[in-house]
């Protein structure tokens, strides 16, 4: 039994990082996806859309062309179009007015389940990763 109470997780922090379902800092976290370049294993953007086996995690890499807030249910939501060049999708942030970094012509990773909604591929509160400025 660990310090925490036997879940395995660090005490400082651990609750949120059993929430994310992900180990804490040093507990065995994969660091070699650091050394891959940023686009890898990323699903082109034209390819994503609800197929038939349902709605997959898909991870996409692009350009953020635009970055708005709006109202949906009447909560704030933070809307960004991502563009690859093969086409875009729209990533949508729920309860968000704002998010550091997040600007048009940033460059960015994300994933999550895509959802088509009036025609247009979207994803709702994805994981994401900023990436470094002058690799835009």
Same mark, same amino acid.
């Given at each position: 039994?660990?310090? %925490?109470?036997?879940? #395995? ?7 949120? *990082?059993?929430?994310?379902?992900? &180990?804490? $800092?040093?507990?065995?976290? %994969?660091?070699?996806?650091? %050394?891959?370049? $940023?686009?890898?294993? =990323?699903?082109?953007?034209?390819? =994503?859309? /609800?197929?038939?086996? #349902? ?5 996409v890499t692009g350009t953020l062309r635009t970055v708005t807030e709006r109202t949906v249910a009447g909560l704030p939501a933070l809307q960004?179009?991502?563009? %690859? ?7 949508? *942030? ?8 997040? /600007? ?20 709702? &509160? ?5 990436? $470094?400025? #002058?690799? /835009?």
């Amino acid at each position: 039994m660990s310090a %925490d109470g036997g879940s #395995g997780t660090r005490k400082r922090g651990g609750r949120l *990082w059993r929430l994310l379902g992900r &180990n804490g $800092p040093g507990e065995g976290e %994969d660091l070699s996806a650091a %050394d891959e370049p $940023p686009d890898a294993g =990323c699903t082109r953007i034209g390819d =994503c859309g /609800e197929g038939p086996a #349902g709605r997959p995690v898909v991870r996409v890499t692009g350009t953020l062309r635009t970055v708005t807030e709006r109202t949906v249910a009447g909560l704030p939501a933070l809307q960004a179009e991502l563009d %690859d060049g093969s086409a875009s999708l729209q990533v949508v *942030w729920l309860g968000r007015r704002a998010i550091a970094g997040i /600007e048009p012509g940033r460059s960015l990773v994300a994933s999550g389940r895509v959802t088509v909604t009036h025609g247009r591929p979207v994803l709702f &509160n994805p994981r994401y990763q900023l990436q $470094p400025r #002058g690799q /835009e």
